[in-house]
Structures are given as C-alpha cells and as structure tokens.
C-alpha cells in the first residue's frame, strides 16, 4: 500500500496526531487484553498469533473509514517462550497433513506477547509477559525463581523509564546515559541482565526502529537511541567523556552537548528484555524459518522469476513500509518467490532469535508520548494486563534512582482510556 502523506520528522506537534496515536494505542491494549486469558496450558501457538491479528484488524476496521489513511497491523502478533526472545509466529507451515505442530504452551512458561497496530502512520506497539500457570487452586503460591527475578525487572525498567521520560526539565535533561544507568541499576538489583535486543528510542510517523529506518538513521546521524548491547561508537563516546576532567567546566559543557535528550511532544518506544543469565548476543533458531518480512523500498532489482515479480507486485499494494506476515499473502507459489525476493535484498528476514536453553528471558514493551509542558503527565498508549502471580526474592534498593522513578512518580503517567 502506498504512503499517501510524506513522513514527518521530529516532535508530534499537532493535537490530531496524539488522538491517533491514542486510538492506536487504544486499540492493540484492547486486542492484548482480548487474546491474554487464552493463554493456558494446551494453547496452539499459532492459533493465538492468528487471533492477535485478527483481533486488531477487527477492532481498527470501523475507524479512520477514509481510504487517505492507512491503518492496522504494525507487527505481526507474536508469542516466545522461555529462551526465546523474538519473533517467533508460526503460520500454516506448521500444520502438516492437518496436524498442528506448532509449540503448545505448558504450565510455566515465561511468555512474550507482542503485538502492535498503526493509524496513518502513528504506531503504539504492547509487548507484556505472562507465566502460564494452571486454573487457580487453593493454597497454590506464585511463581518464584530467576524467571520471576526477571519478569520482575523488565517490569520496573520499562515503569520507571516512562517515569524519567516523564520529567522534562532542561536544567536535569534526559538523556541516553541516564536511562542507560537506570536500566542496568534495576538490572542489577534484581540480579538479572538486559538482553541483547532492548532498546529505548525515539520513534516518528511510519519510523519504528524497523531494520531499515535503523540503517537510515544511522546515515543521517539523526538516531535518538539506547541499545543494548551499545555500539561500538557509542562506547567510545562514553570513554572519552570519562576520560574529560570534571572540574573543567567547559568539557562538562561539551560532554552534555554531545548527548541527545528526550523533548516535548515526542513519541518513545520503550522495549526492554531482562534474561535471569548474561547473553553476550543472540543467535537464530537452526531450525525454525522465518515467517515475518520487511519489505526495503530502497533496494531495487530486475527479477527473474514470475513468482517473485508477481509477489513484488502484490507487497507493493497492500503493505506498507511495516513488517508482515507470510500468511497475510495471496499470490500463488508465493513462497517460491520469496526466496529471490530475500536473496536480492527486496524482503528482510526477521529471523526466530533464541539464547541458551537454560536462559530465560522476560519482555516489556511500551509506547509513550512525552508530555508538551511541565504541568502535564506524559501518557502512555499501551496498557498491559496486570502481571503474574511472582515473587522475587529481590527489591529495589529504597533512595536508589531506581526505587524513586518507580514508586515516587506514578501520577505522572496517564494511560490511554480502554472504555
């Protein structure tokens, strides 16, 4: 589908644009809370990704009727167990001869459900972790153990990251090192590590961190991002400001400078994995191929298969510039097609990420739109279901940064309204 509008870069500065990102958000917070109570011991994978789209197709259908406006998934919805960390939406390539033989969910399981859906352009993306656990019984405690130490930090990081965003004050601005410190401080405290694949970023109409927007922006030096593991560059920055001498008033001035900080009005993306060992970096599942594409509107190609020209032809009118799912396409022996589109660049795979079987890793994801002035609350455009029934054996540390921008500062967050 073709982008009608150009692309707006920086701040959202118009009123409207914050009511979509509100009904975007509005509706994917509506979809995840629809799909959680399916997850039980026995649930077909595949069949709850299916369902997660579904539910956001039907919800955002009766909006936005005029045909300037695209709307609907931003990514397709996805479930990762335990070690498995993104990505991972099986398709019809699971069933074989009828059978279903996709991953079934078992009592235990640390799951991630992610999910997202745009309104022209204006993405509010969810991703929440549940443990599935049996129907309730009496006497039955909650769930204990690294995974818990886990879920429990990813969720205070992403809580406690919309709370510092939320405190514009140019004389104490946010800024990449500052969430960076209180991420790994939280990390810390609950013994547990940020995974490889978390990020904070600043995010804009149509430009959600895809693969390609990250390669732009990084061309045009216009990225506003925390990323775990942190670029190269970005490490060497770090050690030449260490290595400024602090009492030198005007190398303080240069190393603040140098950083970008959050502004008013701006769309965050707020996506952090906590794992209960250390993962130097993920790799891809051997086995499991990917279902989930990016379509490079930069790379160009004279094909030479019928299939992957009539492919093309078919991802040129009716996707966007968003990740899709290969069940969401029509063309007959599309998959023959997609292996010339892939191989020449056309489609990016979004490869089944995984660490080591023994690790597990939890997920939190939010997106929030930072407030235009000091007297007002930044708001948050994806609510999760509360969380599981854990207990850690750790805290936050009281009159730690971390304790303070998690339990001091909840009045001002607003959430988007899901009546």
Not at 114 to 135: E, K, R
Not at 262 to 280: F, Q, R, T
Not at 294 to 315: F, Q, T
Request: proline content about 8%.
């Amino acid at each position: 589908m073709e982008i009608d509008q150009p692309i707006q870069a920086g701040p959202v500065k118009d009123e409207n644009f914050i009511t979509k990102y509100q009904d975007a958000g509005a509706v994917v917070s509506k979809s995840f809370h629809k799909l959680a109570p399916l997850f039980v011991p026995g649930a077909s994978v595949r069949e709850l990704c299916g369902l997660g789209d579904q539910f956001i197709e039907e919800m955002v259908a009766p909006m936005y009727k005029s045909k300037r406006y695209e709307k609907g998934l931003a990514e397709p919805t996805s479930v990762c167990v335990n070690n498995c960390a993104f990505n991972y939406s099986p398709g019809s390539e699971t069933l074989v001869n009828g059978v279903e033989n996709s991953y079934r969910l078992n009592i235990g399981d640390v799951t991630k459900v992610a999910m997202a859906c745009h309104i022209d352009g204006y993405t509010a993306s969810i991703c929440h972790t549940v443990v599935v656990t049996p129907p309730p019984q009496p006497g039955m405690g909650p769930y204990i153990g690294p995974g818990a130490d886990a879920i429990c930090a990813a969720h205070f990081a992403t809580k406690s990251v919309a709370n510092m965003i939320s405190t514009i004050d140019p004389s104490n601005p946010v800024t990449g090192p500052r969430l960076r410190k209180l991420v790994e401080d939280i990390a810390a405290q609950f013994h547990v590590h940020v995974s490889p694949g978390s990020r904070i970023r600043r995010v804009d109409r149509y430009l959600v961190g895809q693969i390609t927007v990250d390669r732009l922006e990084e061309e045009r030096n216009s990225k506003a991002a925390v990323e775990w593991p942190a670029p190269e560059e970005e490490e060497e920055e770090e050690a030449q400001k260490r290595a400024i001498d602090p009492s030198d008033p005007a190398g303080d001035m240069l190393a603040e400078l140098d950083n970008w900080h959050v502004m008013p009005k701006e769309a965050w993306l707020i996506d952090i994995s906590m794992s209960s060992k250390p993962v130097d970096h993920l790799r891809e599942h051997p086995d499991l191929k990917p279902t989930v594409y990016l379509h490079d509107v930069n790379v160009s190609y004279m094909l030479k298969l019928k299939a992957s020209r009539a492919l093309l032809s078919e991802i040129k009118e009716k996707k966007s510039v968003y990740p899709f799912h290969i069940r969401s396409l029509t063309t007959e022996r599309s998959l023959l097609g997609l292996k010339e589109l892939v191989d020449r660049h056309i489609l990016v795979p979004y490869p089944v990420m995984v660490a080591s079987p023994s690790t597990l890793i939890a997920r939190e994801e939010l997106t929030v739109v930072a407030k235009p002035n000091s007297s007002a609350d930044l708001f948050c455009l994806t609510v999760p279901t509360p969380p599981s029934y854990i207990k850690s054996d750790f805290s936050l540390v009281e009159g730690t940064d971390a304790y303070m921008f998690s339990e001091g500062m909840q009045s001002r967050v607003k959430m988007v309204s899901l009546e």
